[in-house]
């Protein structure tokens, strides 16, 4: 079963991080355990990931993409796997705290006002939800 959400947690961080430093791609993976812990999504790594795979509007866009057919990179994917394996290991990326959500920098830094911006690493803005 672990060797299942490492796959599943390196899959989020290499898609969506795959060029990102490895705080970068740590943060990635600190969101989609974040949203393991916290009500209202899926309990498990797998299920955040694949939440609404089934045709209510993925989660993260490489699951229903296409993204995920096309070959991987041997050297990124091995990377995300390390990252992967240490987020879930223990190893907690602090400076986004309790973030469940991000995106590119580039969308600007409040794409949604329901959301309260976190912090910025490398290419992505994390957010949580305003209180």
Not at 17 to 38: D, F, M, P, T
Not at 49 to 55: K, L, M
Not at 92 to 121: N, Y
């Amino acid at each position: 079963m672990l060797t299942r959400a490492v796959d599943c947690l390196a899959a989020a961080v290499y898609y969506e991080a795959r060029g990102e430093s490895a705080e970068g791609q740590a943060a990635v993976a600190q969101v989609v355990l974040n949203r393991a812990r916290k009500a209202g999504f899926p309990k498990s790594v797998c299920g955040v990931i694949y939440q609404g795979a089934q045709g209510r509007g993925c989660q993260f866009s490489f699951v229903c993409g296409g993204a995920m057919v096309r070959p991987r990179e041997p050297t990124a994917w091995a990377r995300a796997r390390g990252v992967a394996a240490r987020a879930l290991s223990g190893y907690v990326m602090s400076a986004i705290g309790e973030a469940t959500s991000f995106h590119a920098a580039w969308l600007g830094s409040r794409p949604d006002r329901h959301m309260a911006r976190v912090a910025q690493v490398g290419a992505h803005v994390f957010l949580l939800a305003a209180s």
